[in-house]
């Protein structure tokens, strides 16, 4: 497939096939851009439909479908939860017209969670984050992301204001793994797993601080863009830009800051 089947060695509770990376060899990276992708291919959907091409219509279609299978395939949770924001954001910002069909699909998104591999899995990570701190059969992906961001927030404790400077969490990891309510054994940790307290650990409340004002300001760019011009025929698209940082902010918080350059 051109080099977008790559299978990755992770593994996963009640997962349903191989994991998936696209052409990456993590599949939670490959399906936050997957998320950032899924409203473009809506909005372009409906640009297809509303021009009445059947091509484009069949190929619009096509896509949309093939990034909705790439999504299951990640096998992901993040992107799952991700995936149905975006979506759900999506649909809130354009058109009323195009918002009645949000109306219609959204049983459809319930009926998803029946789908092998995904609600259950949403269910089990439900109880294991609730549970992590009695023990028990845990998942070891649950209870590895949840000592990663304590101890990032321990170092964020200890410096606020500007924390322990940028990639120093790996070598600061062992200071601060034995320390955190749900310790693990044998597990190094490279990063926190959540782009929110890997800032907080690194860059501080001054990180995290610039880091929002980007991301909100183009957010904030895409609104105004919506709110001035509503009826635009480009409002699909502004508000996929919407939505597609919106899935990708919410995928960040079980994912670090990698593969930025995509997301930019």
């Known amino acids: 497939f051109g080099g977008f089947s790559t299978r990755t060695i992770a593994s996963g509770e009640l997962v349903t096939t191989q994991r998936y990376g696209g052409p990456l060899p993590d599949s939670n990276f490959w399906g936050r851009?997957?998320?950032?992708?899924?409203?473009?291919?809506?909005?372009?959907?409906?640009?297809?439909?509303?021009?009445?091409?059947?091509?484009?219509?069949?190929?619009w279609w096509a896509v949309l479908l093939s990034v909705l299978a790439g999504?299951?395939?990640?096998?992901?949770?993040?992107?799952?939860?991700?995936?149905?924001?975006?979506v759900a954001v999506w649909f809130l910002l354009v058109e009323r017209s195009v918002r009645r069909w949000g109306l219609l699909i959204l049983p459809m998104g319930t009926v998803a969670l029946a789908i092998p591999g995904i609600g259950n899995r949403l269910q089990l990570t439900l109880y294991d984050l609730t549970h992590a701190s009695q023990g028990g059969q845990i998942d070891p992906s649950v209870l590895g992301r949840l000592a990663a961001q304590q101890?990032?927030?321990?170092?964020?404790?200890?410096?606020?204001?500007?924390?322990?400077?940028?990639?120093?969490?790996?070598?600061?990891?062992?200071?601060?793994?034995?320390?955190?309510?749900?310790?693990?054994?044998?597990?190094?940790?490279?990063?926190?797993?959540?782009?929110?307290?890997?800032?907080?650990?690194?860059?501080?409340?001054?990180?995290?601080?610039?880091?929002?004002?980007?991301?909100?300001?183009?957010?904030?760019?895409?609104?105004?863009?919506?709110?001035?011009?509503?009826?635009?025929r480009d409002r699909v698209l502004a508000a996929a830009a919407c939505a597609g940082i919106a899935g990708w902010l919410v995928a960040s918080v079980g994912i670090q800051l990698t593969y930025c350059r995509t997301f930019a």
């Not at 372009?44 to 059947?54: F, K, P, V």
């Not at 940790?189 to 860059?203: G, R």
């Open 151 to 232: 101890a990032a927030l321990m170092m964020f404790g200890e410096r606020p204001i500007f924390g322990f400077g940028p990639s120093t969490f790996f070598g600061q990891w062992p200071n601060f793994a034995g320390r955190v309510p749900v310790a693990v054994r044998d597990l190094p940790l490279i990063a926190p797993h959540n782009l929110y307290t890997e800032f907080l650990a690194e860059s501080g409340l001054f990180g995290l601080l610039g880091w929002m004002v980007l991301v909100l300001g183009f957010l904030a760019a895409a609104v105004l863009r919506i709110i001035c011009e509503p009826q635009s």
């Open 71 to 86: 999504v299951y395939l990640t096998q992901s949770r993040g992107t799952f939860v991700a995936a149905g924001l975006a």
């Open 33 to 59: 851009h997957l998320v950032m992708g899924l409203p473009f291919a809506a909005a372009l959907l409906t640009r297809a439909q509303r021009s009445g091409r059947r091509l484009s219509i069949f190929l």
